[in-house]
């Protein structure tokens, strides 16, 4: 004869139907429609001292296919491919050899976003959220404006060094960048209230962070973070005339009338040499970049505008590419990347790696080399004439339109044999 389950057995069993069924409910919720993505998120990058730097990525959605881009002022830097699986959403950088991944958690995305870094990988933790943008506090209220160039003491003692600081303001929004004798940082973007500055960037390589406040004899007094690791380091920046200087690399040719000699596999895997008969007689532009360089992008577009314009004259252009990881197979595709992603009409070589000072066993003609880029002015004789160390991005305003009116000018100068 069966007897009924005691009251208490019979309800133990309905709570646990019940808890199983809300499970399931509950991780069927956790299952997102890809159409809640796009839009603007805001979001935080944690640096290995826990530093914060902001960051802002748009995103988009293009059947099943999601697109990322990450913005810095008006900068955009946009993904190569891009996927959601309702709970994870991943996004690939090719041209960085990057890939950014992040899961649900309630409302944010919480993840990573993964880079070469030399000969490892380097890990960064994220968050981010939808909309939900800090209210800026109009600067006019207070009547303080930092708009300009500031000169930067950056670091202590016998290790400190001389930056520049550029800034445009409107209202309490910043724009500008930082310059450091291997060139600039690129747009940094930020805001300025109750008498304290900060800009930042992120852009899948750098995540880089100014913090300051404007004291009272008119300095900003701060820290700069270079997102590497290491400390913040101490900053007093005094405002300086915008026409004034910025020292740059002191890189030289031991001897300017030895022919410069250099060498790298094109896309093919083919050696080339200084010696091959297209630089015969021509005006070479050699650019040292690495593709894992943003300043080198930015440079990108002037070297195909001159190659366009003064090619039937007689100029080449050279990009001799140091790439992180010294793996040949892996960093022809990285330059094949990058290639494709400026559409780049010159000749692209693979020098070598950026480890082991492999920079001065294939250039020993080089001295004092140690910014990328570098760009090395040849005449029609193969004697290198000018070295121009680093590259002032858009985001330095004048001075990028100043630095192509000077290239430029080299070019013309050398072409006609009168820069010899």
């Known amino acids: 004869m069966n007897f009924p389950a005691p009251l208490s057995s019979r309800w133990l069993l309905l709570v646990l139907i019940l808890s199983l069924s809300f499970s399931l409910l509950s991780s ?19 640096l290995k001292n826990r530093d914060e ?44 050899d990057a890939e950014l991944e992040a899961g649900f958690a309630r409302r944010e995305l919480i993840g990573k976003i993964t880079r070469t870094w030399h000969q490892t990988k380097m890990v960064r933790e994220l968050k981010m959220w939808k909309g939900g943008e800090p209210m800026i506090v109009p600067a ?38 930082i310059l450091t004798p291997s060139g600039d940082w690129g747009t940094m973007a930020g805001q300025f209230a109750y008498g304290k500055l900060q800009v930042n960037r992120f ?11 404007l004291n009272e004899q008119d300095q900003l007094e701060g820290m700069v973070d270079l997102g590497q690791g290491d400390a913040p380091r101490k900053v007093i920046a005094t405002r300086v005339s915008t026409s004034a200087p910025v020292a740059t690399q002191n890189t030289r040719v031991q001897n300017p009338l030895e022919p410069f000699k250099f060498s790298g596999l094109d896309l093919q895997g083919k050696t080339v040499t200084s010696d091959d008969p297209r630089f015969k007689n021509k005006v070479v532009l050699m650019e040292i970049t690495g593709t894992w360089c943003p300043n080198c992008y930015d440079e990108a577009p002037l070297l195909k505008d001159l190659y ?15 790439e992180y990881t010294g793996d040949t197979k892996r960093d022809l595709e990285q330059v094949k990347i990058f290639n494709q992603k400026h559409g780049i009409p010159y000749l692209m070589l693979l020098g070598g790696s ?22 090395i002015f040849i005449g ?20 990028h339109t100043r630095l192509k009116a000077e290239f430029e000018e080299t070019v013309k100068e050398l072409l006609k044999g009168t820069g010899e």
């Open 28 to 46: 069927c919720q956790r299952k997102r429609d890809i159409n809640t993505l796009p839009g603007i998120w805001n979001g935080t990058i944690y």
């Open 53 to 96: 730097v902001p960051m802002k990525l748009e995103l988009k959605v293009e059947g099943n296919n999601v697109i990322g881009t990450i913005l810095n002022g008006e900068e955009r830097l946009t993904s190569t491919s891009g996927s959601f699986d309702g709970t994870n959403l991943k996004l690939k950088f090719d041209y960085y």
């Open 140 to 177: 006019a209220a207070e009547g303080k404006d930092v708009s300009g160039e500031w000169e930067m003491k950056v670091g202590e003692g016998e290790q400190q060094k001389t930056w520049r600081f550029a800034v445009q303001q409107k209202d309490g929004a910043l724009t500008g960048t």
């Open 203 to 213: 852009d899948v390589i750098n995540a880089r962070l100014f913090r300051a406040k």
């Open 308 to 322: 366009a314009r003064y090619q039937s004259q007689g100029l080449e252009v050279l990009g001799l590419s140091f």
């Open 354 to 375: 950026t480890e082991n000072n492999d920079v001065q066993k294939k250039l020993p003609q080089l001295e004092n080399f140690g910014a990328y880029p570098t760009t």
């Open 380 to 399: 029609r004789d193969g004697r290198a004439k000018k070295i121009h160390a680093g590259f002032d991005g858009p985001a330095t305003g004048e001075r």
